[in-house]
C-alpha cells in the first residue's frame, strides 16, 4: 500500500517569499496521478496542480508543480496573502490516497 | 457553473445508519466518476469511495468496506453514501467531489461545500 509523506508539517514564511512543498511517496507513483490541493479553514479543498505539473483551471502561475516516481514538489513562487493555508498531495490512480498536509503559517 | 450540494448529514448515534446526498448541476453528471472524501474534525482529506461514471465500478477505503455504499442515480443527477454500522471515528465533513471523465481516474476538479456527521451515542 502505497503511503505519501508530506513535508514539512507546517512552514511558516512571509508574503513575497518563495515556500516549496514535498511530498513523497513510499513507491513509484504515476505523474499523470498526481495532485495538489489548497484548502482554508471553513471551506472544501480546492484543486491546484494535476498530472504533477498542470495547473487546474483559474490557477495562477505562481503555483508550479514537479517531479516525478517518488518525490514530487509543489512550489508557490512568491508567497500571497491568499495563499496561507494547508496544502495536500494525492495520488488518484486505482485507490485515492491523500498526504497528510503542509500547513504553511505566516510568519 | 458545476456545483455539488451535500445533504443528509447529522448527529447519529453508534450502530446506526445515515444516507447521503450529493445533487449535481452544471455538468452532464452521467460522464463523470465521483468520490467521496471525509475529514475528521482538525484532521486531514480521507477518501472515502468512488463509483465510475456508469455505477458499475466501486471502489472503497478499508476503513468503511463493507459498512458503506456508494451509488449514483444519472436520471437524477445524484451521488449517494449509504453508511451503516457507524462508529465514533465516522465523525466528519463528508465532501462529494467530481472525478474522471468516462472510465479514468481524474483528479477531483470540483467539490462541494460539504455536510457533517457526527456519530455519538
Known amino acids: 500500500e502505497i503511503v505519501l509523506t508530506q513535508s514539512p508539517g507546517t512552514l511558516s514564511l512571509s508574503p513575497g517569499e518563495r515556500a516549496t512543498l514535498s511530498c513523497r511517496a513510499s513507491q513509484s507513483v504515476s505523474s499523470t496521478y498526481l495532485a495538489w490541493y489548497q484548502q482554508k479553514p471553513g471551506q472544501a479543498p480546492r484543486l491546484l496542480i494535476y498530472?504533477?505539473?498542470s495547473r487546474a483551471t483559474g490557477i495562477p502561475d505562481r503555483f508550479s508543480g514537479s517531479g516525478s516516481g517518488t518525490d514530487f514538489t509543489l512550489t508557490i513562487s512568491r508567497l500571497d496573502p491568499e495563499d496561507f493555508a494547508v496544502y495536500y498531495c494525492q495520488q488518484f490512480g486505482s485507490t485515492p490516497l491523500f498526504g497528510q498536509g503542509t500547513k504553511v503559517e505566516i510568519k | 457553473q458545476v456545483q455539488l450540494v451535500e445533504s443528509g448529514g447529522g448527529v447519529v448515534q453508534p450502530g446506526r445508519s445515515l444516507r447521503l446526498s450529493c445533487a449535481a448541476s452544471g455538468f452532464t453528471f452521467s460522464y463523470y466518476g465521483m468520490h467521496w472524501v471525509r475529514q475528521a474534525p482538525g484532521k486531514g482529506l480521507e477518501w472515502v469511495a468512488a463509483i465510475w461514471y456508469d455505477g458499475n465500478n466501486k471502489y472503497y477505503a478499508d476503513s468503511v468496506k463493507g459498512r458503506f455504499t456508494i451509488s449514483r442515480d444519472n436520471s437524477k443527477n445524484t451521488l449517494y453514501l449509504q453508511m451503516n454500522s457507524l462508529r465514533a471515528e465516522d465523525t466528519a465533513i463528508y465532501y462529494c467531489a467530481r472525478g474522471g471523465y468516462y472510465g479514468d481516474w481524474g483528479p477531483h476538479d470540483y467539490w462541494g461545500q460539504g455536510t457533517l456527521v457526527a456519530v455519538s451515542s
Open positions: 498530472g504533477a505539473s
